[in-house]
């Protein structure tokens, strides 16, 4: 490990590609470490509200991040994790999974969020075998079956919208009083006569043989079987920041940034989901991700 980059980018959802878009624009010697482009991008079936675009498919909002990428010339590492980010001497080391540590004077945190888990009985049994994260990647698996959503929020309702078109049956599973995502995605959602909407309702265990074939509910006391072959978990995310741990970070784990993307540590820059910055949204993530790149452009020519 001899050469000692500019600047290293983790992630390549709309934050890191964005970041990368400015560092190579500033000729910065630079790298992109990532398990995957595009992110939770990737996962939105239905997008309309990323300016200039009044609807696009998240799969084809990436397909476009990608190609407007692959216009500059940088070094990019796909399907590797970062384990690890240490402060070593006028540098940072980058702790990865299979190519060995990278050196650089400074890194964008681009990590964003991954989902949580539902931690009810069986999810971790039949995750893949009819438990899934992610709608836009699975859903098509669960054309003309029955399956459960479980959440209320925007990620819930988007899998339920793309669900009602290929399933037969869509559960929502929410454990508030109502809905708590956007009023536009719930009258969509209530219009289909395929959804049912269970509120005040809670998944206790998920069953079946091979596959997933029914869910267990409590609904305000009350226990019931439903019979799916899909579950959804849509119960929220957590950032993914545990790679690094000598910056400020919120009680929910959100790495903590001023305006222009600086965290508490100099040299370390962190931008989009993973940050404690308010509005996870791809917009807000994108520009988050060009302050970072002008931020560790200007740090990298004053020090
Ligand atoms: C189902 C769903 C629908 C959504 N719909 C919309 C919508 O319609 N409009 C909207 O504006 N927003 C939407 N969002 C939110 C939006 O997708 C996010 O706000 C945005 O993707 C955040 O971008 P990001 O780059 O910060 O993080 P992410 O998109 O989470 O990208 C993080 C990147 O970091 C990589 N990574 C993570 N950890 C590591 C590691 N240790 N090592 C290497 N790489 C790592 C990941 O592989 C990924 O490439 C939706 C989200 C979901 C889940």
Known sequence: MTEVKD?????????GITAAVYAARKRLDFSVITFDIGGQAAWSGNIENYTGYQFITGPDLVAKFREHLDKYS??????VEVTGIEKAEKAFIIRTSSIGDISARTVIVASGKRPKLLNASGEKEFKNKGVTYCATCDGPLFARKDVAIIGGGNSALDAALQMMKIASKVYIINNLEKLSGDAVMQEKVRSSPLVEVLNLSRVTAIAGDKFVSEIKIETEGKTSTIPVQGVFVEVGLVPNSGMIDFIKKNVFGEIVVNCAAETSYPGIFAAGDVTDVPGKQIIIAAGDGAKAAMSASRYLSTH
């Open 7 to 15: 600047l290293i980018i983790i992630g390549a959802g709309p934050a």
């Open 74 to 79: 940088f070094e990019l590492k796909e399907n």
